[in-house]
């Protein structure tokens, strides 16, 4: 996102709903905050709920800015894995942004179209993102069933957020965000490593 205004109106936003929450918001507080008339907010988002996606988007791009970090030719496997690691306790253990993602979960669910489709394309390059960094941390060979452990951890993330959105996580939360990544870093490779020979629910009876 290279636009200096967007990133004003967005990071403006974010600061609000830190102090104010998501419904108490207002276009207009947004605005004043980023020193902007009303008009020139609209003039980038049409609605509330479309600049909200983009302050999501812009606190909680987890991969996107991990792929960066890969993209330098000097990257090494062991520190973009630590910078996973990073970027997932950073997601867990900041709540500021937790109301917000379902806020806007919830107007997906209730007929948003417009939101249900940008969660749709967010996920789908979340999980290829995740699939494309296994590749590169573990140095394992691309096979279809990458994507789908990629949505596991993407989901579990969510997960994780939920119950702490709703105040039911049972456990401590940097406890978790701990075991989070030494799963990831330990049991997703030697899972890869061993998917060929891994049969134990073929055929599965689910009647």
């Known amino acids: 996102m290279k636009n200096d205004r ?3 109106i967005i990071e403006a936003a974010q600061r609000l709903i830190a102090q104010k ?10 605005a004043i905050e980023a020193g902007l008339t009303t008009g020139a907010i609209y003039y980038y988002y049409e609605s ?17 800015e991990i792929m ?3 993209a330098m030719t000097e990257a090494k496997p062991d520190d973009v894995l630590d910078e996973i690691a990073r970027k997932v306790t950073q997601r867990l253990t900041n709540n500021g942004n937790w109301n917000l993602r379902f806020y806007l979960a919830q107007q997906a669910a209730l007929g948003d179209e417009t939101l249900r489709e940008r969660f749709a394309v967010d996920y789908a390059a979340q999980t290829k993102r995740t699939a494309d960094l296994f590749n590169f ?7 279809p069933e990458d994507q789908y452990l990629a949505a596991l951890m993407v989901a579990a993330l969510d997960g994780i957020n939920f119950q702490q959105f709703i105040g039911a996580l049972p456990v401590e939360i940097d ?6 990544n030494e799963f990831f870093a330990y049991a997703v490779p030697l899972f890869q490593k061993n998917l060929k020979g891994i049969h134990r629910f073929d055929g599965l009876d689910t009647e």
């Open 137 to 143: 941390v573990f140095d394992t060979p691309h096979q």
């Open 6 to 8: 967007k990133i004003k």
């Open 68 to 70: 960066k970090m890969r």
């Open 175 to 180: 406890e978790m965000a701990r075991l989070y």
């Open 21 to 30: 929450g998501v419904e108490k918001t207002s276009m207009r507080d947004i």
């Open 48 to 64: 509330k709920e479309e600049l909200l996606y983009d302050v999501m988007d812009y606190a909680t791009a987890v991969t996107s």
